[in-house]
């Protein structure tokens, strides 16, 4: 093989970090470049920080733009550390996963995973985004990046 012909992991693991940072690579087939969720009018604003509930609480995580049904993908090689649910009461998009990997920890929410523990190599499925449209009619539909410390996740994307 040609020396100077990367494989498609050598061009994913050169694309995640920037000053010794982790970046996330592609999380959501349909969306290559991260997208983030804006606004919609009824269900307020993707971004980290963002008011909800009328600004009783504030949103702890960052909205990447994924279709419903869309493939969802290991934004680097990552090893998955459990369920992870976004809600006390369940609902239809009530399910997601631990992870960690390039020395953080985070969850992704509103996934169904194809498993809770093991580990994936980026760009590898992780799983399908849950039916986003029938609990929130309207809502961008999105996964839900959060760091377990609850810190804000934007400077990864």
């Known amino acids: 093989m040609d020396p100077r012909i990367m494989t498609q992991n050598e061009v994913l693991g050169s694309l995640q970090t920037e000053g010794g940072q982790v970046k996330f690579g592609t999380l959501c087939?349909?969306?290559?470049?991260?997208?983030?969720?804006?606004?919609d009018k009824k269900y307020g604003c993707g971004n980290y920080?963002?008011?909800?509930?009328?600004?009783?609480?504030k949103h702890m995580g960052l909205d990447i733009?994924?279709?419903?049904?869309a493939t969802v993908y290991a934004p680097f090689d990552v090893k998955l550390t459990g369920k992870a649910v976004p809600y006390k009461?369940?609902?239809?998009?009530n399910d997601g996963v631990s992870l960690s990997g390039g020395g953080i920890c985070f969850k992704l929410f509103y996934l169904k995973p194809l498993k809770y523990?093991?580990?994936v190599?980026?760009?590898?499925k992780l799983g399908t985004l849950l039916p986003m449209q029938k609990v929130y009619p309207g809502?961008?539909?999105?996964?839900?990046v959060q760091m377990c410390d609850k810190s804000d996740p934007t400077k990864y994307f």
């Open 29 to 39: 087939s349909g969306n290559p470049t991260n997208t983030k969720r804006g606004c």
């Open 49 to 57: 920080g963002a008011n909800r509930d009328q600004g009783r609480r």
């Open 65 to 69: 733009i994924c279709s419903d049904g």
């Open 89 to 93: 009461k369940g609902n239809a998009i």
């Open 117 to 119: 523990s093991g580990n």
């Open 121 to 124: 190599k980026a760009g590898q």
């Open 139 to 144: 809502i961008t539909s999105h996964i839900h």
